[in-house]
């Protein structure tokens, strides 16, 4: 039902999100291990709504028949040497993933796959949160970040988050 090239880069969005996971959990676990648990607790849930993302593209493929192939997720290959480092990678990351689900939006419109871009819609809108977020945070590291106190307060601010479903469901 789905045409080829279209499937083939929703299943490989699978992965990509599924890497995105990984990425933040390994945010998540620097921070923890520098005891900045709220930074820490931040890129935990958005690890879960990685996750979210790679199970929406898998369900979207299996609803269209089809039964993506998995691959191997790659480990996470950043460094960080200091505070600011993740919240730039994050930042860095979430554009990359914007110019993805670009591509593959391209590729549906090229297909004539209205149903397809209907589903992508909701990850466009995503996408630009997710970068607005990531670009917030940094932002507001830059103008925080230097003042003990202040990081305190931030940090304490990201504790709070707690996660909540997507909005999508198939
Ligand atoms: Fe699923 Fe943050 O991109």
Known sequence: MLKKEVSALLEQQINKELYSAYLYLDISNYYYS????G???WFKIQAQE???HAMLFLTYLQNNGEAPKLEAIAAPDKTFSNFRDPL???LEHEEYVTSLINTIYAEAIKANDFRTLQFLDWFVKEQGEEEKNSNDLLGRFDLFGSDLKSLYALDAELGARTYSAPSLTL
């Open 50 to 52: 990685e996750r979210d």
């Open 34 to 37: 520098k005891n900045l648990d």
């Open 88 to 90: 730039a990678a994050a």
């Open 39 to 41: 930074f820490g607790n």
